[in-house]
């Protein structure tokens, strides 16, 4: 793409994603504490398990402060529902390490934020676009399947960490409005470019700039037009 098809792309986008966003409590805050939280139990875990357990955690735990004071048993017992139980120790370790580092302040630094236990590039990326909206691509196999089809690349469990996907969501983020961007993408993948059902192509707002499309609707017009002679 060009840079103006690129506007484009990204208004269209945008303004499908105002319309389509899901309604996530986490989406409703710019706190740093509430998105750094939300991220590492959303880490492999669905969406819908972790809702209710975020309210309740935030609930109880406000703040930083007040989650620094929690017990193991008292993490452990409201983070159980989640599974993945080790990542309640690390939760804990997290915690302490920004209270006694950071000042009991998430830091919105690149390289301190992938110091912290538990967190991961993905999860550090987010934190950063969400919270203080920075112009940050999120990479996970979600996003980089939409990639992938928009250019016609092969997607590979490799593909995260693929310099070249990288590239390409860097030059495609919305420097504007970058958390609208990504979580306007994010909800692309889940209700449109789906990977376990067959992707909703004609509902697509963007599929006019997806050459997995053009090249599908090419060979779809080929096998239409053998049938005819």
């Known amino acids: 793409m060009n840079t103006e098809e690129i506007m484009v792309f990204q208004r269209t986008l945008k303004d499908w994603g105002r319309e389509h966003c899901r309604p996530f409590p986490w989406r409703k805050t710019d706190e740093p504490y509430k998105i750094l939280l939300a991220e590492l139990m959303l880490h492999r875990t669905q969406a819908s398990q972790v809702t209710k357990v975020y309210e309740n955690v935030l609930e109880r735990y406000p703040n930083i402060q007040s989650l620094a004071n929690a017990t193991s048993v008292e993490l452990n017992d409201i983070l159980y529902p989640l599974g993945l139980h080790w990542r309640i120790n690390l939760i804990g370790e997290m915690i302490g390490i920004i209270m006694k580092r950071f000042g009991a ?3 919105q630094d690149k390289a301190d934020l992938l110091s912290l236990p538990g967190v991961s590039e993905y999860i550090a990326s987010s934190v950063r676009c969400f919270a203080w909206n920075i112009a940050e691509p999120v990479i996970d196999t979600n996003t980089v399947r939409v990639i992938g089809r928009l250019f016609n690349i092969e997607v590979k469990d490799s593909s995260r960490r693929n310099s070249n996907f ?64």
């Open 166 to 229: 990288r590239r390409l969501a860097s030059q495609l983020i919305d420097s504007i409005e970058p958390k609208i961007y990504n979580y306007a993408l994010l909800d692309l993948a889940d209700q449109v470019c789906t990977k376990r059902q067959i992707p909703k192509c004609l509902q697509c707002p963007v599929a006019g700039f997806c050459l997995h499309y053009r090249d599908g609707q090419k060979e779809f017009n080929m096998t239409k037009a053998v049938k005819v002679s």
């Open 105 to 107: 302040e998430i830091p």
